[in-house]
């Protein structure tokens, strides 16, 4: 059944009607699956925002091949700018990664738009809400004022009230990831699917936080290029400019800030499996190939 694409503004009458901003995520490793070092990181901004526009990028461990130490200096030789991620899942890898936002954050002001503690826990189950509130408050806490700190998590969990407390306890951003390919949507249906996804989880934190709503965020969203078919989604070249051309280029239109995942193929990372258990290929979602190359235009 073909779902309707609603009128946004009804669920986030907040919203600017100027465009929003795009960004993208991005991998630490290089194709061969060794980590990025300053000068890959000046590749990777120069080539999106000469392609796209886009200056502003999210990774996901501030910790893990050194991200922050390199991404930070990179980002500001090019003019970029970088959401830091901190992976809480264990305690090592939290007071790792909140150890090397301490670090560099304060040092690169200018170039940290934000801070996320946690991608999907909440999807996985791995903290409730409030669990994960105060490790962004201590995160918060630890590198000083000045800087947004929020989260990323499937949409969801913001839709069904799993998020409410970091809506109500003070999370400044809230990324909200949905893929309409993991959903086993035809192309056709996609975007579709996209919006009233985003609008659902939209409307929910804008209905539970009143008139001081945090920033919002699409998260991730996006179409691989190529890999296995995923119940009725099909990957493909064409496909993936579709997807990018309705669903990026559209919510964009309506305002909305989205995060395309991601920047560059991954060839390195192993096959997974979905969530229905079939084989699911993440090495192709790129919008540009793992050496910078284009697969089809990024503008809008």
């Known amino acids: ?11 986030a009458p907040s919203l600017a009607a100027a465009s929003g901003m795009l960004g993208f995520a991005l991998g ?25 526009g886009s200056k502003v990028v999210r ?8 991200t922050a130490k390199w991404i930070l200096p990179a980002a500001k030789k090019t003019g970029g700018q970088v959401i830091l991620g901190i992976w809480p899942d264990t305690d090592s890898s939290y007071a790792a990664d909140k150890a090397a936002v301490v670090q560099y954050a304060p040092q690169y002001k200018d170039q940290v738009y934000a801070i996320t ?13 409030e669990t994960l509130l105060t490790k962004i408050k201590d995160t918060k806490s630890a590198v000083g004022s000045g800087f947004k700190v929020g989260t990323a998590d499937s949409w969801n969990k913001f839709m069904d009230g799993t998020a409410d407390a970091l ?14 390919y993991w959903q086993g949507q035809r192309i056709g249906n996609a975007t579709a699917s996209f919006f009233d996804d ?10 539970v936080a009143g008139s001081s709503p945090p920033e919002l965020w699409v998260g ?3 179409w691989p290029s190529a890999g296995s078919t995923y119940q009725n989604a099909v990957p493909g070249v064409a496909s993936a400019k579709t997807y990018w051309d309705k669903a990026i280029c559209g919510i964009l239109a309506w305002g909305v800030n989205v995060f395309f995942f991601e920047a560059f193929d991954e060839p390195w990372k192993p096959v ?18 793992s050496d910078r190359s284009s697969k089809y235009a990024t503008t809008c």
């Open 220 to 222: 991730e969203t996006g």
């Open 59 to 66: 990774i996901y461990a501030a910790s893990d091949c050194d």
């Open 28 to 52: 630490n490793k290089k194709a061969d699956g060794t980590c990025k070092f300053q000068p890959d990181w000046e590749a990777d901004f120069s080539a999106i925002n000469t392609d796209s």
């Open 272 to 289: 997974s499996v979905g969530q229905d258990g079939s084989v699911a290929d993440e090495t192709h979602w790129g919008a540009w190939n």
């Open 167 to 180: 809506i109500t306890g003070g999370a400044d951003i809230l990324l909200c990831n949905a893929f309409s």
């Open 198 to 207: 985003i609008m659902q989880a939209f409307g929910h934190i804008q209905s």
């Open 117 to 129: 503690v946690g991608s999907e826990t909440l999807y996985r189950g791995n903290f409730t809400g």
């Open 1 to 11: 059944m073909q779902l309707p694409i609603l009128p946004l503004l009804a669920f």
